[in-house]
């Protein structure tokens, strides 16, 4: 059927504990063209399937993160600096990586759980990969496991949003982002400035520069204060 869909711009594949049939990679030449996204919903082995399925050209990629090897597979695919994101949704919580300078994404989804209940590790946080990271886009709910990532030395941006519908609480951990230039906090008119402060002061333990905090309450964009250098202090 794949083979008829030359103009297919986004395949969800949805199976449960299914197991994925692997046909010949030259049969997918013709479809993933066009191919923008790939969504894939089996939990159970699609490890061949994504060595098969010329992912590389695909801009968009999402998998369970149970998938482990499928992971290392997939974030290989990234070259240079990335962007990570970190948001929950209806029992949910996604992270996902995206490589500015060429748009290429990956998503790994925490299916049935909540913010409380994920642990990120393995191959979605080694440090090599986490060195990378020049900025950070978190949803409040999900700022605790900021903690998990250890330390993100190349971070110069770190931006949370949806304080308006979750209360905005610093990780269990400060966090370790030594070039740190700015923090950008998005939420509700009623998110005041001495909130923020104490946000910004419990959150962000090592910097070695001025950092600039702009809160945005959706009716104007303004600057709270600055964070002065301080000492290096170990995240566990």
């Known amino acids: 059927m794949l083979s008829h869909c030359s103009s297919l711009k986004k395949l969800s594949i949805f199976g449960s504990r299914c197991r994925l049939v692997t046909p010949p990679t030259q049969?997918?030449?013709?479809?993933?063209?066009?191919?923008?996204?790939?969504?894939?919903?089996?939990?159970?082995?699609?490890?061949?399937?994504?060595?098969?399925?010329?992912?590389?050209?695909?801009?968009?990629?999402?998998?369970?993160?149970?998938?482990?090897?499928v992971a290392e597979v997939l974030l290989g695919q990234l070259d240079g600096n990335l962007l990570l994101r970190l948001e929950s949704g209806?029992?949910?919580?996604?992270?996902?990586?995206?490589a500015p300078a060429s748009g290429m994404r990956r998503s790994?989804?925490?299916?049935?759980?909540?913010?409380?209940?994920?642990?990120?590790?393995?191959?979605?946080?080694?440090?090599?990969?986490?060195?990378?990271?020049?900025?950070?886009?978190?949803?409040?709910?999900?700022?605790?496991?900021?903690?998990?990532?250890r330390a993100l030395p190349s971070c110069t941006r770190f931006a949370v949003c949806g304080a308006n519908e979750h209360p905005l609480e610093p990780p269990p951990a400060t966090l370790a982002l030594p070039k740190l230039h700015m923090i950008e906090i998005a939420c509700s008119a009623g998110y005041s400035d001495a909130d923020a402060r104490v946000f910004v002061d419990a959150a962000v333990a090592q910097v070695k520069g001025p950092v600039r905090v702009l809160v945005d309450d959706g009716t104007s964009c303004r600057d709270i204060t600055s964070v002065s250098p301080r000492d290096c202090v170990n995240v566990s």
């Open 90 to 98: 209806p029992d949910m919580v996604i992270l996902d990586y995206t």
């Open 108 to 149: 790994f989804i925490y299916a049935e759980a909540v913010p409380e209940s994920v642990v990120i590790s393995g191959f979605h946080a080694t440090d090599e990969l986490l060195a990378r990271v020049c900025e950070v886009r978190v949803s409040s709910a999900c700022v605790a496991l900021l903690s998990g990532l």
């Open 27 to 69: 049969q997918y030449a013709p479809l993933v063209s066009k191919l923008e996204r790939l969504d894939v919903g089996i939990f159970h082995d699609c490890l061949s399937f994504v060595h098969a399925f010329p992912c590389h050209s695909i801009a968009h990629v999402s998998v369970p993160v149970e998938q482990e090897g």
